[in-house]
């Protein structure tokens, strides 16, 4: 299997509104750190909405409710993937229009096109971006892991039910230093 690590909405605005826990941005950048040193794919995926949310339906009840607030509008500052686990230089940043990963965005494409056939996947937040492409994921046959602490929601409650009991019906299910245990250069 070949696999990709994929960030996933870990930008400046969603950072500053989902994540208080002050471990978190340092134990991505472990996960990060650990899938370059062994070779896997680093992929970013960001929201940005064009200027005037013409994506933007109103039974969308969450990017209605960001449309109106004039969040994630592409170049717009808070829309930057957060510095402290920025991408290198030619790693590749997929821009998303929806929930999931997948949705309105070429990221298919571009796992397709390296043979990647397994996802690990970490972002912000647990029950909005991850929650969304798991289910893609899966039913587009990707292997799944989920890092569990690399993985934010402002909810701690719901966080723990999808990783504790919703998410390993369908992905492999463990910490950013267990998992670093597996995929360590040997």
Same mark, same amino acid.
């Given at each position: ?7 996933m909405?870990?930008?400046q605005a ?13 134990r991505l ?12 794919p ?5 929201i940005a ?11 969308n009840k969450p990017?209605? !409710?960001i =449309?109106r607030?004039g969040?994630?509008v592409? %170049? ?6 957060? /510095?402290?686990? +920025?991408?290198?230089?030619g790693?590749v940043?997929?821009?998303?229009r929806?929930a999931?990963?997948?949705s309105?965005?070429d990221?298919d ?6 043979g990647?056939?397994s996802?690990v996947l ?8 991850v929650?969304?492409?798991?289910c893609?994921?899966n039913d ?9 602490? !690399?993985? =934010?929601?402002t909810?701690?409650?719901?966080? %723990?039910v ?5 998410? /390993?019906?369908? +992905?492999?299910?463990v910490?950013?230093?267990d998992?670093?245990?597996t995929v360590?250069?040997?």
């Amino acid at each position: 299997m070949s696999s990709a690590l994929l960030v996933m909405d870990v930008q400046q605005a969603v950072v500053d509104i989902a994540v208080d826990d002050s471990g978190y941005l340092p134990r991505l950048r472990r996960a990060i750190d650990g899938a370059r040193a062994a070779g896997i794919p680093v992929i970013y995926v960001v929201i940005a909405l064009r200027p005037g949310f013409p994506e933007v339906g109103t039974r969308n009840k969450p990017l209605a !409710a960001i =449309a109106r607030d004039g969040l994630f509008v592409e %170049g717009e500052p808070g829309t930057e993937i957060h /510095p402290d686990v +920025a991408p290198r230089p030619g790693e590749v940043v997929v821009t998303k229009r929806r929930a999931s990963a997948f949705s309105g965005s070429d990221l298919d494409v571009v796992l397709r096109a390296r043979g990647i056939d397994s996802l690990v996947l970490t972002g912000v937040a647990t029950s909005a971006v991850v929650l969304a492409t798991v289910c893609q994921a899966n039913d587009l046959d990707f292997g799944l892991t989920v890092l569990s602490d !690399a993985c =934010a929601d402002t909810d701690p409650v719901l966080h %723990g039910v999808l990783t504790e009991r919703l998410f /390993p019906q369908w +992905a492999d299910v463990v910490a950013v230093d267990d998992w670093l245990k597996t995929v360590a250069p040997r």
